[in-house]
């Protein structure tokens, strides 16, 4: 079952399957966010803030709105 990355629980690994199309599709692959990777949510900010999620050997912060257009299956 698909989820999108806003919705992975913190310590969770899920592999990338697509990202959503949107204005911000091209600035989420360009950072590294690409199907086939797999991507780890280390820390969720409360009250819907930010979220730091390890891709490869980096953390890299998202909104949740935009973890929201990166589709996942969780491991």
Do not use: C, W, Y
Request: net charge negative; no cysteine; hydrophobic share 50%.
């Amino acid at each position: 079952m698909l989820k999108t990355a806003d919705q992975i629980p913190v310590t969770q690994t899920a592999v990338i399957k697509e990202i959503i199309d949107s204005p911000l599709k091209i600035n989420l692959m360009e950072l590294g966010f690409l199907p086939g990777k797999e991507i780890t949510l280390k820390f969720s900010a409360p009250m819907g803030g930010p979220m730091a999620f390890k891709l490869d050997e980096t953390i890299l912060a998202l909104r949740k709105n935009e973890a929201s257009l990166i589709e996942v299956q969780l491991l």
